[in-house]
Structures are given as structure tokens and as C-alpha cells.
């Protein structure tokens, strides 16, 4: 089956422009986290949505939020750019909330570069 | 909040064993994961312990020290595939009853011929 699909692959955008990523899960997994990844702080968790709704929020600002539509998919919005929000953004996916391991699958990230 | 510290660069020869150590500090400790992650591609699930003491699975295997706070992942017979960054992951419960994952920064291992 096909795996966790991230939208775009890579993004360059301005300062103060927003964006958003989408992320489409594994068929049949209804939860998906967002983490930012960073050379210098690693992987971070942003937030995970099971049915539709934010079960569980990362420390990061408001400028930073997210859906997940009823198919599951789930997209994140970064308003307002900042040069510190360059990143990989990884969305993974499971079929229950709040799982991990082996259970959960990663895609490939969206880099994104702010300007 | 959570304090997870890992090496963050290690090399090793093809063929040897190397080791890689986690600590780290949780209030609501609930699981600890290993993650491998090629570059520019995505991390991918290598272990889990909840329990102290070790899980084997083939060349790599995991151990558990819950009073210290410590693990590690242990690599076998190195092949040059495994080349990677090594991302442990601790799983801590909060008082919400949601669980959250927080990563270690990652050990770039780099294996020579």
C-alpha cells in the first residue's frame, strides 16, 4: 500500500509570506503528527490530529497551525515566515492515536526554505 | 520538559560493533524509541523499550536503564548502509493522558571501509 505522502518536497518562500504543507496519510491511519526538524534542535513534535481534531500541541507559536480533513489528510499552515522556520517538516502517520514505533510511518518531508 | 542527550558524531570501521548512548530526563517516562534516518530521506522505526534490559533484532539491538535514565542502540557487523543518523526518541505521558515524543538532536554515524 502506498505510503505517507508529503506536499510539496521542497518550498522556498519569502518573509512573512505563509504556507501550507499537506500530508496524506497510509490508508486506514486516521492519526498524524507534524515535527519540525532543524540541524540544530533535531526533530521537534508541532501537534497530532486523530478524527479531525488537535488531540496534542508541540511548544511552538500560533503562527504555526493545522487541520485534518475527514479522508484523514491533514494539512499544517506557517503564517507570518520567519528565517528560523527554514525546515524539514515531517508529517507521520498511525492508526491510532498517539502511536509511535512501529505503527508509525514518516514521509519523505517537505523542506522548506524561508528567504 | 525533557532533556535527551546523545553523541553527536561517531565512527566506526565495516565489520565492527559500535554503540551509541541516549540519556535522558522525563517526569512521565512511558516507552524509548531508536529511529533511523538516511539523509534527505525519512526516519524509520529500529527499536522500542519500555522494560529494562535488552531487545534484540538481528544485527542491532537496545537496551533500557530506567533508574538511570540510559540507553543504547548497539550495531553489529557495521555495513557501509548503515551510514545513517540515529535518532533516539523518548515517550512521556503527561498529565493530560496524551503521550508526546521527544527526539535527541541525532548521532551521525559514519561507517568506513
Known amino acids: 500500500k502506498a505510503g505517507v505522502t508529503q506536499t510539496p518536497r521542497y518550498l522556498i518562500k519569502t518573509r512573512g509570506q505563509q504556507v501550507t504543507l499537506s500530508c496524506s496519510p497510509i490508508?486506514?491511519?486516521?492519526?498524524v503528527s507534524w515535527y519540525q526538524q532543524t540541524p540544530g534542535q533535531g526533530l521537534q513534535f508541532l501537534f497530532e490530529?486523530?478524527?479531525?481534531?488537535?488531540?496534542n500541541k508541540g511548544n511552538f507559536p500560533g503562527r504555526f497551525s493545522g487541520r485534518q480533513f475527514s479522508n484523514s489528510r491533514s494539512e499544517m499552515n506557517v503564517s507570518t515566515l520567519e528565517l528560523g522556520d527554514s525546515a524539514l517538516y515531517l508529517c507521520?502517520?498511525?492508526?491510532?492515536?498517539?502511536?509511535?514505533?512501529?505503527?508509525?510511518?514518516f514521509g519523505q518531508g517537505t523542506r522548506l526554505t524561508v528567504v | 520538559g525533557q532533556n535527551i542527550d546523545q553523541p553527536t558524531e561517531m565512527t566506526a570501521t565495516e565489520g565492527a560493533i559500535v554503540q551509541i548512548n541516549c540519556t535522558y530526563q522525563?517526569?512521565?517516562?512511558?516507552?524509548l524509541f531508536w529511529y533511523q534516518q538516511h539523509a534527505g530521506e525519512a526516519p524509520t522505526f529500529l527499536s522500542y523499550?519500555?522494560?529494562?534490559g535488552l531487545e534484540e533484532k538481528g544485527r542491532f539491538s537496545s537496551f533500557l536503564s530506567r533508574s538511570k535514565g540510559y540507553s543504547y542502540l548497539l550495531l553489529k557487523e557495521l555495513q557501509m548502509k548503515d551510514s545513517a543518523s540515529y535518532l533516539c526518541?523518548?515517550?512521556?505521558?503527561?498529565?493530560?493522558?496524551?503521550?508526546?515524543?521527544?527526539f535527541g538532536k541525532g548521532t551521525m554515524l559514519l561507517v568506513s571501509p
Open positions: 507521520a502517520s498511525s492508526p491510532h492515536e498517539g502511536t509511535q514505533g512501529p505503527e508509525a510511518f
Open positions: 490508508s486506514g491511519h486516521r492519526s
Open positions: 490530529y486523530f478524527s479531525e481534531t488537535q488531540r
Open positions: 522525563t517526569s512521565g517516562f512511558n516507552g
Open positions: 523499550n519500555v522494560l529494562d
Open positions: 526518541a523518548v515517550r512521556d505521558r503527561r498529565n493530560s493522558g496524551y503521550s508526546t515524543l521527544t
